[in-house]
């Protein structure tokens, strides 16, 4: 079995996740007060452009692909192993950023309790001794994979948030490329695919 090419899978993997973070801050869309709060008790704001950027992206691959044909609309599904070992291993990158900045979290900035913040209730939770022992009792692959912020953001830049919006632009671009394999193996798309196909809307 061939290893997985990290430079095919970078090929695939990059230019989506940067594209959806540098369009998720340049498109604009509306403001609005969402549930979770931040330390002070205040709603943390998010923009709704999620769609938009989502769309963008995928119309770039479309046109890329199937209008100018720079790439091969079925290379995302040829590429499936590839794309995936390089996303994994970006999400192995990130993960250690957010466990090395939540390890510099100053002492008041930490947040051992079991809940954030929320509109219904923005007191800063009070931490009791059992949260505390279930937090020392983590471990540090508990930290890691689990987090140790609540909402992490680099100034406006919401990373939850970004990674639902890489994670569905990803799936499209995933199940359009299949979709276009099939139609380049078989000269047709079956059911199924198209079923598949037709829910993304």
């Not at 604009?28 to 950027?53: E, F, H, I």
């Not at 007191?123 to 987090?147: I, M, N, T, V």
């Not at 912020?149 to 680099?154: K, L, M």
Request: proline content about 5%; some cysteine.
């Amino acid at each position: 079995m061939e290893f997985p090419s990290f430079t095919r899978g970078a090929s695939i993997v990059v230019p989506v996740y940067i594209a959806c973070a540098l369009l998720s801050i340049s498109v604009p869309g509306k403001s609005v007060a969402g549930y979770a709060c931040d330390r002070r008790g205040k709603p943390l704001k998010y923009k709704l452009n999620g769609l938009y950027v989502m769309c963008i992206v995928v119309g770039c691959w479309a046109l890329l692909s199937i209008e100018l044909h720079v790439i091969q609309p079925e290379a995302i599904a040829e590429s499936m192993w590839d794309a995936l070992f390089v996303a994994n291993l970006a999400g192995l990158v990130g993960s250690a950023c957010m466990y090395v900045k939540g390890c510099n979290l100053s002492e008041d900035m930490k947040e051992p309790y079991s809940r954030c913040s929320t509109a219904d209730s923005p007191d800063k939770p009070k931490a009791s001794q059992k949260d505390y022992e279930l937090l020392q009792a983590r471990g540090f692959l508990g930290h890691f994979f689990g987090g140790q912020e609540f909402n992490p953001r680099i100034g406006p830049f919401d990373i939850k948030m970004y990674l639902y919006l890489v994670g569905a632009t990803c799936l499209v671009l995933n199940f359009l490329s299949a979709a276009a394999l099939q139609i380049k193996k078989d000269g047709s798309i079956s059911a199924a695919m198209l079923l598949y196909v037709s829910m993304l809307g």
